[in-house]
């Protein structure tokens, strides 16, 4: 089945700072999302994104699927930013998804 | 309000005793979804359903089982022959073609002593 990294698996920033996470992906995939767990657990949907760039607000996200990775971009970080970001990819549709295993993010005042 | 709502938030329970954990959605989605979340670790699939009275496993089934009698209501019931049944568990739904648009309930966080 399809492999999924994250990269770095821990990171820690002052308030302000700009960050890049990174999403390697082992196949070809139809559909990659980009999450975000907050501290209490819930999981957030931040962007779909299968190829090109998207943008909101602080975040953006490109993915390259030709070269097989996502970057997802935090700008001016905040405390709220912090939790676990997790990419989650899909080789087609009606496929399970597949997520990596997170990228751990505290942001610091 | 739509959404997906699963219950209770934390549940405690004793050793060798199956348990039932709840969630609903009202978003109309065809699919639902069952993943585990161990400390520390991503989200893996335990069962999931795309279409009500059907369901498939997961990449980690062992020791867990499942229901789907209405569009509505996925319960996962964590069995005794769950070695390690400790964890927070998360469901979500989606439409069946879409399931890289998938929407997360709270979660459960189980512990078993």
């Known amino acids: 089945g399809i492999q999924v990294e994250q990269s770095p698996p821990d990171l820690i920033l002052q308030e302000g700072a700009n960050s890049t996470l990174r999403c390697n992906f082992s196949?070809?995939?139809?559909?990659l999302q980009w999450f975000h767990q907050n501290p209490w657990g819930q999981l957030i949907n931040l962007f779909y994104?299968?190829?090109g760039t998207k943008q909101n607000g602080r975040l953006s996200a490109t993915t390259v699927a030709t070269e097989r990775y996502s970057l997802l971009y935090i700008s001016s970080s905040q405390t709220t930013d912090s939790g676990v970001y997790f990419c989650?990819?899909?080789?087609?549709?009606?496929?399970?998804?597949?997520f990596g295993p997170g990228t751990s993010l505290s942001v610091i005042p | 309000d739509g959404g997906i709502t699963q219950s209770p938030k934390y549940l405690f329970r004793k050793e060798g005793q199956n348990v039932t954990l709840s969630c609903e959605q009202n978003?109309?989605?065809?699919?639902m979804y069952w993943y585990r979340q161990d400390p520390g670790q991503g989200l893996r699939l335990i069962y999931y359903?795309?279409?009500?009275?059907?369901?498939q496993k997961g990449d980690i089934a062992e020791g867990y089982s499942v229901s789907r009698e209405k569009k509505e209501s996925f319960p996962l019931t964590v069995t005794s022959a769950q070695k390690n049944p400790t964890a927070f568990y998360l469901c979500?739904?989606?439409?069946?073609?879409?399931?890289?648009?998938?929407?997360f309930g709270p979660g459960t966080r189980l512990t078993v002593t």
């Open positions: 359903s795309q279409i009500v009275n059907d369901f």
């Open positions: 994104i299968p190829s």
């Open positions: 978003l109309n989605h065809d699919a």
């Open positions: 989650a990819v899909e080789k087609t549709s009606y496929d399970k998804v597949i």
């Open positions: 979500a739904s989606s439409n069946a073609d879409r399931a890289h648009e998938q929407y």
């Open positions: 196949d070809s995939v139809n559909n």
